[in-house]
């Protein structure tokens, strides 16, 4: 099992661009989920879904924050504009259920 | 609001003691806590965890313990190694909340020195 898996390791853009961050979760989870990780707030979750279905998208920070998942093997997060303050880790992670969060390695995002 | 914070965010230990990290928690709600490893450059694993029936779990050099009465969670290590140097995060789920009320701690670095 090649575990959740993150694409680009790396985002370098300029404020403004949009940026999109893609995830595959492992296959047989039924939960997605997109946290940010800062120095200052730590790891925060933006959103996470059920069975490809968004249940609770109250940490997404503001309307330029959208996230998707079209199917059970892919999910994306999209910020559109991007701006200096949205630069973090930015985590997916998969779960079977109750217990048992996956995490993949993330994607630096720095927007200059 | 409720949250999880640690009482030490920098733990320096010498190869070969136990570490003991420490992680306080607010939400007397909370049923299920849990223990992750972060280390450099990678997203965060999973440890050990702690239903709220319980007052210890071990696991391969690792303990749990929890303390209802002072809403405290620790995580020992024993005979700390290199490998073990991380940043350490508790994090707590809410009793019947949803999967998504996994809340997480700020985190604690641990470092082991040889």
């Known amino acids: 099992d090649a575990g959740v898996i993150q694409s680009p390791r790396h985002e370098v853009t300029e404020m403004g661009q949009e940026v999109t961050l893609r995830c595959k979760p492992i296959s047989g989870h039924d939960y997605l989920f997109w946290y940010r990780q800062t120095m200052m707030r730590g790891l925060e979750l933006l959103i996470y879904f059920n069975n490809n279905v968004p249940i609770d998208d109250s940490g997404m920070p503001e309307d330029r924050f959208s996230a998707k998942m079209p199917n059970a093997s892919f999910s994306t997060l999209k910020i559109q504009p991007s701006e200096p303050r949205d630069s973090a880790v930015y985590f997916c992670a998969s779960s079977p259920g109750q217990v048992g969060y996956t995490f993949g390695s993330g994607t630096r995002l720095t927007v200059v | 609001g409720e949250s999880v914070g640690l009482h030490l965010p920098t733990l320096s230990v010498q190869e070969g003691d136990n570490s003991i990290i420490n992680c306080a928690y607010s939400n007397s709600a909370s049923d299920y806590f849990i223990w992750y490893k972060q280390e450099s450059g990678k997203g965060p694993q999973f440890i050990i965890d702690?239903?709220?029936?319980?007052d210890k779990r071990q696991g391969q050099r690792v303990t749990v313990l929890l303390n209802k009465t002072v809403k405290h969670l620790s995580l020992q290590i024993a005979a700390t190694q290199p490998g073990d140097s991380a940043v350490y995060f508790c994090a707590e789920n809410m009793r019947g909340g949803s999967q998504g009320n996994l809340i997480f701690g700020k985190g604690t670095k641990l470092s082991v020195k040889p």
């Open positions: 702690i239903r709220s029936n319980m």
